[in-house]
């Protein structure tokens, strides 16, 4: 986990050993063992994992995608509904089966609500790699292609009282946030990201990531703007979606 600034002189002197590597003038370089209270590695378990899982977290050459609406509407949502996706534990987070008490903000609207909840990619132990995920109550929506003008109270819920929840537990203005959606998500339930505006998040590149602020304001302009428009996705090698692109002749 990130290194505090009131740590480093414990790190540096509290029982740490140092080992010289190399010195020239004023630059040195030298090999740190941390004492095991400053060297503390997050863990996340996925038990039992399935090849979707594993799949996650190999290696793999990533291709773009340009997805139109008909690549949609006959290559995507087929796949879509042809997967057992399991959100079990969204649900559960959704009906306080489980994580309730790390719930930071709920707005309990079954239509314009949402909940808020830590990341299990953040501990709540700093906020340099601060990571938030809102979750919406409604299960009809499952990811961008599916928001219109008639979703528009409900991002801006998101929004608002969102980064009000996050400034008011933590500190962080909206100002130093990012607060977006993924294409393609990860898992097909509507959800919004917030993370702290330093912290290079995996899927916060120009390529998957859509500012909810964006998004707003192109839902404002047409409401059927997603259902419109191309979008572009990065797809790994190995996912079966890329297949899909590639039997229909679209990569």
């Known amino acids: 986990t990130p290194f505090q600034e009131e740590k480093i002189p414990e790190l540096l002197r509290k029982h740490a050993r140092l080992e010289l590597q190399m010195r020239n003038d004023i630059y040195s370089t030298y090999h740190l063992y941390p004492p095991p209270e400053l060297s503390e590695i997050k863990t996340t378990v996925v038990y039992p994992a399935t090849e979707k899982h594993l ?12 997805e139109t609406w008909e690549d949609y509407r006959n290559i995507t949502l087929p796949f879509i509904q042809s997967q057992s996706f399991s959100l079990q534990w969204v649900y559960n987070i959704l009906e ?62 998101i929004l608002r009282e969102g980064q009000e929840a996050v400034a008011e537990r933590f500190g ?35 390529e998957r990531a859509h500012l909810l602020a964006d998004v707003l304001d192109n839902l404002a302009l047409d409401s059927r703007y997603y259902q419109r428009r191309a979008l572009t996705c990065a797809l790994r090698a190995d996912e079966p979606l890329l297949a899909k692109f590639r039997e229909a002749g679209r990569l």
Do not use: C, M
Not at 55 to 66: A, D, G, I, S
Not at 117 to 132: E, I, T
């Open 96 to 157: 306080k089966k489980a994580e309730a008490d790390r719930i930071i903000h709920e707005n309990p609207d079954p239509r314009d609500g949402f909940v808020l909840v830590p990341d299990f990619k953040w501990n709540q132990s700093q906020l340099d790699d601060l990571y938030l995920i809102a979750l919406v109550h409604r299960r009809d929506v499952k990811s961008l292609r599916d928001l219109t003008g008639e979703h528009l109270p409900l991002l801006r819920n």
């Open 55 to 66: 799949r996650k977290y190999l290696r793999q050459e990533v291709h773009l995608v340009r």
């Open 172 to 206: 962080v203005p909206g100002s130093r946030l990012r607060v977006y959606l993924h294409y393609q998500p990860s898992y097909y339930h509507l959800h919004v990201h917030f993370t702290a505006l330093g912290y290079e998040a995996a899927g916060s590149a120009a």
